[in-house]
C-alpha cells in the first residue's frame, strides 16, 4: 500500500464513526494496541518534547525503506502516534520526506497537530519527514 | 437552570452570566463550559464595551499631545491609575506603574532593584509553589550577580513550612518574593506574616499577586509589602496590562530598566535625566486602550462586591471539591485549610493530557499540564494535574457537567 492508501483507509475507518465517543474509544484503541517501544529506545535523544506529554521517535532504516517506532505516556497521543507510524513506517526516505500527510484533517483530527496543543506531535511529524530526509541525502 | 446556584448566593448569577457573552460559544456541539479562570477570566461586556469605546471616541497618544483627544486619553489612562491606587490602596497614585503582566513588573524588580542593590553572597528567598515566572528571574539575577537563591518547602497540603521559612531568615536575607495565591494549588499564603518577618531582617518583599487579586481583598498598605505585582486580565480586564505597586522610598532610589520616550525628563548626547514616578518605569506608548479598560474591569468586579464574590467562588470549591472527591481514584493535589476556588487533581492511571482532550470533546475547558511550577511538580513526584478554577460566572450545574465529564474520560480509559 502507498502512503496515500494507507491514509485512505484511515479516513474511510473513521467515517463510520458519528460521534466523538466512537471516534475517541478508536483512538485510544489503536493506542493500546500499539507494539510497545523497547525501554533501550525511549532515551532523551529520541524523545519529542511536548509541554504536557511525551513522544519517542526512534527510526531506523535498512537502505531501502525506514521504519518508525513509537511510544507516549498519554495514550490519546500514542494513538495518533501509532496512525502516523502505520501510515509512514515501511516507505522509502524519499516518500516519507515528500508526503503530504491530509488524513488527520480529513478525520478532523488536525486540531491534535496544532502547535498549541503543546503535545509534540506536530514536532513528531517534523521529525519523520527530517528522518526521511536525512536517509535520503545518506541513500543518494 | 440556574435557579439553585441562584438562591445560595447573593449574587444573580444568571444576570452575571449574561454580562459575558463568550459564555453562550458552543464548543463541539456543546455549550462551553469554562474553568480555566486561573489562565485568565473571560470579559464582560462592560469591559468589551470600554475598549471599543476608547478607539471610537477616545484614541490618541497620551501625556504629550495638546488637543482635545490626547488630553482626554491622557486623562482616562490617569482616571485608571487612580482607580486602581484605590483597588489596592495604595499610598500614592505614583506608586502605581502599569506593566504588561505580572511577569513583567517581577522582571522590573529584580532587574533594577535586584541589580542595582543586591551583591554577591546576598539571599533571596523564594517558595516551592512559585510560578516560573517568579523563579526564573531571580535565578537570572543570581547567575549574574552570585546571589543565593533559597526556597520555602511547603507540606503535602500544599502549604509553607513558616518555622522553615523563620530560620532561613538572617542578615544575609535581603530580598523575599512569594506568591500570594498558589496557581497550581490555590493555596493562600499568610503574607502578611511573611512580609514582617523578612522586614524585621531588613529585607525587602515582593508579593506575586497574580492569582489573588481577583479572589482577595488586596490592601499594599495593611501588608507592608514593598512591591505587589498583578495581571488584569486574571481580573476579568484585558490582557496585556499588568500592575506593579512599589513603595514611592524604593521606586524612586531604583534606576529606571527600559529607556525610550516617556520616562525621560531631558535628553541630550552627552547625558538623560528621568522623568519621575510613575513615567520613570513606563518607557513608550504604553497600552492605553487596555489600561482605560482595566478601570471597567475593577468596577465590575466591584460593583458585585469582592466579599460575595469570593463567597459564591467558596461555596463553588466546597460544591467541586466533594463532588470531584466522590469519584474513585481522583486525588485532589493541594488542601490548604486557606484555599481559592481552584482544583487541581489527578486519576489514577490516566494521562492529564488525555482529561483535558476528552473534556474538551464534551465542551469543557480546563488546565491541564504543569501550570508552569515544574518544581512544584517535582515536590509531589507528578508531571502534571488536571486543574479546574472557578470565576464568579461558574455554577454548579456546570460543575456537575464536569463530573460526568470525568465520569466519562474514566469510563473511555478505564
Known amino acids: ?140 | 437552570m440556574l435557579l439553585e446556584t441562584d438562591t445560595i448566593s447573593q449574587l444573580d448569577i444568571a444576570q452575571i452570566r449574561s454580562d459575558f457573552p463568550i459564555l453562550n460559544e458552543v464548543v463541539n456541539g456543546k455549550q462551553l463550559v469554562y474553568f480555566d479562570n486561573a489562565a485568565t477570566t473571560q470579559k464582560p461586556r462592560q469591559v468589551l464595551d470600554a475598549l471599543a469605546g476608547y478607539y471610537e471616541h477616545t484614541n490618541a497618544n497620551i501625556h504629550r499631545g495638546i488637543h482635545h483627544l490626547a488630553e482626554k486619553a491622557t486623562a482616562e489612562f490617569e482616571a485608571s491609575r487612580r482607580r486602581i491606587q484605590k483597588f489596592m490602596n495604595a499610598r500614592l497614585p505614583e506608586e502605581v506603574i502599569f506593566t504588561y503582566g505580572t511577569t513583567d513588573g517581577i522582571n522590573l524588580v529584580a532587574q533594577t532593584y535586584g541589580r542595582a542593590f543586591l551583591k554577591e553572597g546576598d539571599e533571596i528567598i523564594i517558595s516551592t509553589m512559585e510560578h516560573h515566572s517568579n523563579i526564573v528571574p531571580w535565578q537570572m539575577l543570581c547567575e549574574e550577580k552570585g546571589c543565593v537563591l533559597r526556597i520555602i518547602p511547603i507540606n503535602d497540603a500544599g502549604e509553607l513550612l513558616m518555622d522553615e521559612y523563620e530560620k532561613m531568615l538572617s542578615e544575609k536575607t535581603k530580598f523575599v518574593s512569594v506568591v500570594h495565591v498558589s496557581n497550581a494549588l490555590g493555596t493562600i499564603n499568610p503574607v502578611a506574616q511573611i512580609i514582617e518577618k523578612a522586614h524585621a531582617v531588613g529585607a525587602k518583599v515582593l508579593i506575586d499577586g497574580a492569582q489573588a487579586s481577583s479572589h482577595i481583598d488586596i490592601d499594599v498598605q495593611a501588608l507592608d509589602c514593598d512591591f505587589y505585582a498583578f495581571s488584569l486580565h486574571k481580573l476579568y480586564g484585558p490582557t496585556g496590562v499588568g500592575v506593579l505597586y512599589g513603595k514611592e522610598e524604593v521606586l524612586n532610589a531604583m534606576p529606571p530598566w527600559r529607556g525610550g520616550g516617556e520616562m525621560i525628563k531631558e535628553v541630550t548626547f552627552e547625558k538623560t535625566t528621568f522623568n519621575e514616578l510613575p513615567y520613570k518605569f513606563e518607557a513608550g506608548t504604553p497600552n492605553i486602550a487596555d489600561v482605560v479598560a482595566s478601570k471597567t474591569a475593577v468596577e465590575y468586579l466591584e460593583k458585585l462586591g469582592k466579599e460575595a464574590v469570593a463567597d459564591y467562588e467558596n461555596y463553588l470549591l466546597e460544591y467541586a471539591t466533594d463532588a470531584l472527591s466522590s469519584i474513585e481514584g481522583l486525588r485532589i493535589v493541594g488542601t490548604a485549610a486557606e484555599k481559592i476556588s481552584v482544583i487541581s487533581f489527578f486519576m489514577d492511571g490516566i494521562h492529564h493530557q488525555d482529561i483535558g482532550v476528552l473534556l474538551d470533546q464534551q465542551g469543557i475547558a480546563i488546565r491541564t499540564g504543569h501550570h508552569c511550577t515544574q518544581p512544584l511538580m517535582q515536590r509531589f513526584g507528578i508531571p502534571g494535574t488536571s486543574r479546574a478554577s472557578f470565576a464568579v460566572y461558574n455554577t454548579t450545574e456546570e460543575i456537575d457537567r464536569l463530573v460526568s465529564g470525568l465520569l466519562k474520560v474514566k469510563k473511555m480509559l478505564g
Request: proline letters at 1%; glycine letters at 6%.
Open chain 1, 1 to 140: 500500500m502507498t502512503i496515500n492508501e494507507k491514509q485512505d483507509e484511515l479516513i474511510e475507518d473513521f467515517a463510520l464513526f458519528d460521534d466523538w465517543e466512537n471516534k475517541y474509544e478508536y483512538i485510544i484503541d489503536m493506542g493500546k494496541q500499539l507494539a510497545p517501544l523497547p525501554e533501550a529506545y525511549k532515551t532523551e535523544e529520541n524523545i519529542i518534547k511536548g509541554c504536557q506529554s511525551r513522544v519517542w521517535l526512534h527510526a531506523e532504516t535498512d537502505g531501502e525503506n525506514v521504519k518508525f517506532e513509537a511510544d507516549s505516556d498519554a495514550i490519546i497521543v500514542k494513538g495518533l502516534v501509532s496512525m502516523l507510524v502505520k501510515v509512514l513506517s515501511g516507505h522509502t526516505a524519499e516518500e516519507i520526506a515528500q508526503t503530504n500527510l491530509y488524513f488527520m484533517e480529513k478525520i478532523g483530527l488536525h486540531q491534535h497537530l496544532a502547535q498549541t496543543r503543546s503535545n509534540g506531535l506536530a514536532s513528531m511529524v517534523k521529525q519523520m519527514k527530517t528522518y526521511g530526509l536525512a536517509y535520503q541525502s545518506l541513500n543518494g
